[in-house]
Structure formats: structure tokens, C-alpha cells
């Protein structure tokens, strides 16, 4: 499991946050600056939201906030540059261009298995240069892997209770930046949940920041799409049949009217929705996790704007990803 994209943590939140910073010091210093210069034109404006975000954070994922706090504090950096670059995503989201397409299905044995690509400006993340899973065990010896940005809390992952989060952008425009928490935040606590039911518990009661798509799963329970913005939360259960999503509302009538990426004249959310839907359909619900994989790499699911892509067997405890610019094969770890 050797990998320079692999890194380990262990312990308490501080010392998990304190680890990152010992191992990352210069890849979430190198973003950071690169984020300074982006936004310094609209850095009062920025900084009232990150001080939202600081009171929403420790509220509601108290777990996240320690790591971040720590993480920091290692670093000896101001909170409020880590936090910039830490909730990116939300100043981010006014200028989208489109992020990612997720699926969940079964193998040839019936087991789960879920993926998706990352989808994001490669000038923005140095074109996945410092992209890395975490593998993570905490003081309760629960072990997961998080794919993320160093600096960056989590943007996907799975956790050693074979409990899944995968994430892509929708949008109606919603905002509540004031009281909401933003979406990395959200998705590094789920890994924090034990079940599937605890994880949906979580995020019906954790106020959001800005819309979102996410599919959660765990073996032996089957899955739930939430389609979820600041007022609203729908979800849907799946089972057996295979599900995609890319970045569009899909599952109700009033947030598909609502919706304003898939408007976008430069959007492909349509196109690679209905690829992805046509490529399982022709596996009759039941995909060998190589098929997933050559799936995820090719056009028009994998384009331009692909840092990784990435499947999970929690079954096996498994996670395989591709980040670009490697090689044709993915790395895979074990929990």
C-alpha cells in the first residue's frame, strides 16, 4: 500500500491535525498561497464568510474543527488562511464550471461498489500534483481513507464500518453562508458515522451552505442519494438497480426547475449522465469493479478536468484510484 500519494494519521483530532501539518507542510502552504492571490481582491468579503463558517464548523462537525484547529496551529498559520483554503469550494462554487460524476451499483458477486471522478480547473490544484488519500485511524482504532486537497478536510471517502460518501455539484443558486456548513466539512464528519441511517441523520440536521449532491452507502444496507440545498433535502434509496448522477437534480420536480448548472451553455452534465446510465444499463446491473474502472476513464466521463478517479469495494475494504498525469492503473489500497 506504499504510495506517495498515501498518507497516514493516527491518534486524536489534534494529533491527527498535527500529523497532516508534520507530513504537508509544503503542499497546503503552496495552495494556500496560490488561493491568497486569488482572492485577495474580494478578501474582506471572504473573510466575513470564513468567520461564519468558523462559528457553523465547531457547532455542528466538532470532529473537523479540531483537525482543522490543530492543523493550523502546527503550521503556525492564521486560522483564517487555513479556513480559505479549506472551504474553498463555496467561493468556488460562483464561477463553477462543473464537478464530477458518481455511481453505485453491484459487482458480479452482488457486493456494493460506488465511484466517481473529481472534476475541477487543474490550474487550480496544480493538476492533481499534490492530491492524496488519507488513510486515517483515530483513537477509537477506526480506520478510513479520505481522497482530498492537502488543507482541505475530505472530499470523498470511505470508513472502516464500509460506509461510503461520494459528492457532486448541483445547483439552484440556494446560499446560506451565514449559518450553513460548508460541504468538506460536512463530508469529513459523515466519515466520522458508524451507519448508514446515523450518516443520514447527520445531514438532515446539519444546516447546509450551498446546495449538493451526495450518494452514501454502506454494504449489507444498500444506498441514498440526497439531492439536498439549504431548505430542501430529497432523497432516494437504492438497492439493487445502478444509479448515476452528474451534476444535475435528477430525483425531484421542483429542484429540476430550480436547477442552473445544467443551464450553463458550456455544461456537459446532461451528455455524461446519459453516457454513464447507457454503459451500466448494458451491464445488466451487475459490473466487475475493472469495468467500473475503464468506465471512469473514459470520454466523455474523464475529460480535461479529471484530477483522480476513484471506486470503492467496501466489501473488501477497498479503495482504487487514478489521479492524473499517472499511469494507465490505479492504485489501490486496503483499510
Known amino acids: 500500500m506504499a504510495s506517495k500519494r498515501l498518507i497516514t494519521v493516527k491518534g486524536n483530532a489534534q494529533e491527527r491535525g498535527a500529523q497532516l501539518a508534520d507530513q504537508l507542510s509544503f503542499e497546503i502552504n503552496s495552495l494556500l498561497e496560490q488561493k491568497k492571490v486569488k482572492y485577495a481582491p474580494a478578501m474582506n468579503e471572504v473573510k466575513s464568510v470564513l468567520e461564519c463558517f468558523e462559528?457553523?464548523?465547531?457547532?455542528?462537525?466538532?470532529?473537523?474543527?479540531?483537525?482543522?484547529?490543530?492543523?493550523?496551529?502546527?503550521?503556525?498559520?492564521?486560522?483564517?488562511?487555513?479556513?480559505?483554503?479549506?472551504?474553498?469550494?463555496?467561493?468556488?462554487?460562483?464561477?463553477?464550471?462543473?464537478?464530477?460524476?458518481?455511481?453505485?451499483?453491484?459487482?458480479?458477486?452482488?457486493?456494493?461498489?460506488?465511484?466517481?471522478?473529481?472534476?475541477?480547473?487543474?490550474?487550480?490544484?496544480?493538476?492533481?500534483?499534490?492530491?492524496?488519500?488519507?488513510?486515517?485511524?483515530?483513537?477509537?482504532?477506526?480506520?478510513?481513507?479520505?481522497?482530498?486537497?492537502?488543507?482541505?478536510?475530505?472530499?470523498?471517502?470511505?470508513?472502516?464500518?464500509?460506509?461510503?460518501?461520494l459528492w457532486q455539484y448541483v445547483d439552484n443558486a440556494e446560499r446560506n453562508l451565514l449559518t450553513g456548513v460548508p460541504t468538506t466539512a460536512i463530508i469529513r464528519e459523515l466519515l466520522t458515522k458508524q451507519t448508514l441511517s446515523s450518516a443520514m441523520e447527520f445531514l438532515k440536521n446539519t444546516?447546509?451552505?450551498?446546495?449538493?449532491?451526495?450518494?452514501?452507502?454502506?454494504?449489507?444496507?444498500?444506498?441514498?442519494?440526497?439531492?439536498?440545498?439549504?431548505?430542501?433535502?430529497?432523497?432516494?434509496?437504492?438497492?439493487?438497480?445502478?444509479?448515476?448522477?452528474?451534476?444535475?437534480?435528477?430525483?425531484?420536480?421542483?429542484?429540476?426547475?430550480?436547477?442552473?448548472?445544467?443551464?450553463?451553455?458550456?455544461?456537459?452534465?446532461?451528455t455524461r449522465q446519459s453516457e454513464m446510465e447507457s454503459r451500466f444499463a448494458a451491464q445488466k446491473n451487475k459490473i466487475s469493479i475493472d469495468e467500473t474502472k475503464n468506465i471512469l476513464k473514459k470520454y466523455p466521463i474523464t475529460y480535461e478536468r479529471t484530477l483522480a478517479s476513484m471506486v470503492f469495494l467496501p466489501s473488501e475494504n477497498a479503495m482504487h484510484i487514478l489521479f492524473k498525469g499517472s499511469s494507465s492503473e490505479y492504485e489501490v489500497y486496503k483499510l
Open 207 to 270: 444546516p447546509l451552505a450551498v446546495p449538493n449532491n451526495f450518494i452514501l452507502a454502506q454494504e449489507g444496507c444498500g444506498g441514498i442519494n440526497v439531492e439536498c440545498t439549504p431548505s430542501r433535502i430529497v432523497t432516494k434509496e437504492l438497492q439493487i438497480d445502478s444509479f448515476c448522477h452528474a451534476n444535475h437534480f435528477l430525483t425531484d420536480s421542483e429542484l429540476i426547475k430550480s436547477d442552473i448548472g445544467v443551464k450553463r451553455p458550456d455544461s456537459t452534465s446532461l
Open 55 to 165: 462559528n457553523s464548523v465547531k457547532t455542528h462537525t466538532p470532529i473537523c474543527y479540531q483537525e482543522i484547529v490543530s492543523l493550523a496551529k502546527q503550521l503556525n498559520l492564521d486560522l483564517y488562511d487555513l479556513l480559505l483554503l479549506s472551504f474553498e469550494y463555496e467561493a468556488w462554487l460562483e464561477g463553477n464550471k462543473e464537478k464530477c460524476t458518481g455511481f453505485y451499483s453491484r459487482d458480479t458477486h452482488g457486493r456494493l461498489i460506488l465511484g466517481q471522478t473529481n472534476d475541477e480547473d487543474p490550474e487550480d490544484w496544480f493538476s492533481a500534483k499534490y492530491d492524496k488519500v488519507i488513510h486515517l485511524t483515530d483513537e477509537n482504532n477506526c480506520k478510513s481513507f479520505i481522497y482530498t486537497h492537502p488543507g482541505i478536510p475530505a472530499y470523498m471517502g470511505m470508513n472502516c464500518h464500509k460506509l461510503v460518501v
